[in-house]
């Protein structure tokens, strides 16, 4: 009989500070090969070959999972292959309309969640010992379902290699500019498009209707609410 089975896999979240972009895309691997887990199982090379060649004949990838809920999908796999490493991925958070992946989002970016796993159910394995000569299970082929975002993990190898998102503080609040630079920051704090964009349509409209340049009144009330709260 089938059993559905986790693999975990720690994601020490290094990530990239130089974009602003807020989309929720993220980068890393959901299995690294040869790694001994917890549960004595390696994966081996050309494990998802097969089942990421079914994957995209149906022309799907496998979801992004919060927690391996599988009534919590958080967004879709833009990319997902294995190289010499692993099953090097790419992840979109759908960060806009799903709550659970703002906060997932969030979570990564801080560094409070800090794995990658897979659900998988296993095809063909084979016995084997590690290098102390522990006996281990190789697994050669699996059928791949999800990868999901995980609080604790177990492979040490396996990351998140970019959340995309730069930390906001104080001293950038001065350069900000234009209208759109303000919707994005408030992105990052959490906002989502459309809460951004209404936020910034009331305080256009509160700007208008006290007869005053709204962009110099907008800029003023949201530079002195920020540095406020820092």
């Not at 989002?105 to 296993?122: C, D, E, P, Q, Y």
């Not at 006290?210 to 540095?227: T, Y």
Request: proline content about 4%; charged content about 30%; overall charge neutral.
């Amino acid at each position: 009989m089938e059993r559905e089975e986790f693999k975990q896999f720690v994601a020490a979240c290094e990530y990239k500070t130089d974009t602003l972009d807020v989309d929720g895309t993220f980068t890393g691997y959901g299995s690294v090969f040869g790694v001994v887990d917890l549960d004595l199982d390696i994966v081996m090379p050309g494990a998802f070959k097969n089942t990421l060649k079914e994957w995209k004949r149906r022309k799907l990838l496998p979801p992004v999972v919060w927690q391996h809920d599988f009534r919590n999908p958080i967004g879709p796999h833009l990319d997902m292959s294995e190289d010499d490493k692993g099953l090097a991925l790419k992840g979109l958070l759908l960060v806009d309309d799903v709550p659970k992946a703002r906060e997932a989002r969030a979570l990564m970016k801080h560094k409070a969640v800090n794995g990658l796993s897979i659900g998988f159910i296993t095809r063909n394995s084979k016995q084997g010992k590690d290098k102390d000569g522990r006996p281990v299970r190789m697994i050669t082929e699996t059928d791949l379902l999800e990868v999901s975002v995980v609080t604790m993990a177990s492979n040490r190898d396996a990351k998140v290699l970019d959340v995309k998102g730069t930390p906001f503080t104080v001293d950038d609040i001065d350069k900000l500019s234009t209208p759109k630079e303000f919707e994005e920051i408030l992105r990052e704090a959490g906002f989502s498009r459309n809460a951004a964009i209404a936020f910034m349509a009331k305080c256009r409209r509160q700007s208008e209707s006290a007869g005053e340049d709204p962009s110099v009144r907008l800029f003023n009330a949201l530079v002195q609410a920020a540095k406020s709260n820092f």
